[in-house]
């Protein structure tokens, strides 16, 4: 019997779903997965590198598509499914179009949803957009919010969305990168490691950030600078017009494995990634976070991160001081990830349990 519906669309969703899956699973609670397919090319070897394999496969993603189309999309897809199976709780993840229009279906066929890292605001709707107003929205509509640090669920407090639903888990991104750096091949030690991908960087902003790497690579003999292409159009036409440089290397986006152990053995990561901000922090990896804003602030309170925005001349700059500065660069590493131990899988399932006992009692 399906008891448990999650609903995934992007690799970062299933990574930081399957620990919470696999707890499930562990407890003999019934799950089915629905892969939307919004990112085709990362999720098909994500879900084979953890293990997994969707019940159903919605294959909504279509070329030059547009947010609101595939919201449209996945609703539609996903009612049927939710009436035939009929589960007691849908699970989302994070802030994708995936999960905003996953829980709003949810929401419409009376099915409960519960929010795997609910909680994070960076309080700007327009960074990261539309991540920002989508976590709102399926925060507000669900009935379990799992809440990764103490400061995301002092959040959902001051939207009134406390009480006994909102549990604070930790991060399920350090159960899953802890788990697969375990199993990874290392490579490219010491190389600096970035990824830009965020909508808001589209155009010049990330054509100068792209501008900043090959600075760097030209600047530094010691240093191999690796950036690891997102499939998004954009980043694809934006990594084609860089001009070459032979200590830039450009990668074809890896399985999620090999990321990880990319990741693992790299000197510091520079990105605008969310979920790369976590996971650098797990392994110890220092971060340069290319944003004006964070949704993580733990992080830089933290001491593992360091909010240098988008000018290229600060991106070089506080690159070359961690290069340079082996105290700096120690001392971030060292930092305490405040995302958690790595056991935000079992409380996340812990916590579905209870919730399904008690709706059964009722």
């Given at each position: 019997?399906?008891?448990?519906?999650?609903?995934?669309?992007?690799?970062?969703?299933?990574?930081?779903?399957?620990?919470?899956?696999?707890?499930l699973r562990r407890r003999g609670i019934g799950v089915r997965l629905v892969s939307t397919g919004q990112h085709r090319e990362l999720l098909d070897d994500a879900l084979a590198d953890l293990g997994l394999k969707a019940d159903a496969d919605l294959r909504l993603m279509r070329a030059g598509q547009t947010h609101v189309r595939l919201a449209a999309r996945v609703l539609e897809g996903l009612g049927p499914l939710l009436a035939r199976w009929r589960p007691a709780l849908t699970l989302v993840q994070?802030?994708?179009t995936t999960a905003a229009a996953a829980a709003l279906a949810s929401f419409h066929a009376g099915v409960p949803?519960?929010?795997v890292e609910a909680g994070l605001r960076s309080f700007d709707r327009a960074n990261p957009f539309p991540e920002e107003g989508n976590r709102v929205v399926v925060d507000h509509l669900s009935a379990l919010?799992?809440?990764?640090?103490?400061?995301a669920r002092a959040n959902l407090r001051r939207e009134g969305l406390g009480g006994p639903g909102s549990l604070v888990t930790g991060n399920t991104a350090v159960d899953a990168v802890r788990w697969a750096a375990a199993r990874a091949p290392r490579s490219r030690p010491g190389c600096v490691l970035a990824t830009f991908h965020r909508r808001e960087?589209?155009?010049?902003p990330l054509e100068r950030m792209l501008g900043a790497l090959r600075a760097l690579a030209a600047r530094r003999a010691d240093v191999r600078v690796v950036f690891a292409v997102h499939p998004n159009p954009a980043v694809r036409r934006?990594?084609?017009?860089?001009?070459?440089h032979p200590r830039l290397e450009l990668l074809a986006p890896l399985p999620y494995l090999d990321f990880v152990g990319l990741l693992a053995g790299c000197r510091l990561v520079v990105t605008d990634s969310g979920g790369l901000q976590e996971e650098a922090s797990a392994l110890g990896r220092p971060v340069l976070v290319a944003r004006d804003v964070t949704e993580?602030?733990?992080l830089l309170a933290a001491g593992g991160g360091r909010l240098v925005g988008r000018e290229p001349a600060r991106l070089v700059r506080e690159a070359e001081r961690l290069l340079d500065d082996a105290g700096a660069w120690r001392r971030m590493s060292r930092a305490r990830c405040p995302f958690g131990d790595g056991r935000a899988g079992e409380r996340t399932a812990a916590a579905v349990a209870r919730w399904l006992a008690g709706r059964r009692r009722a």
């Open positions: 019997m399906t008891r448990v519906l999650a609903v995934l669309g992007t690799r970062p969703e299933a990574v930081k779903l399957a620990p919470v899956v696999r707890a994070g802030d994708t949803v519960g929010h919010r799992f809440a990764p640090t103490r400061a960087s589209f155009g010049r934006a990594a084609r017009a860089l001009r070459p993580r602030p733990e």
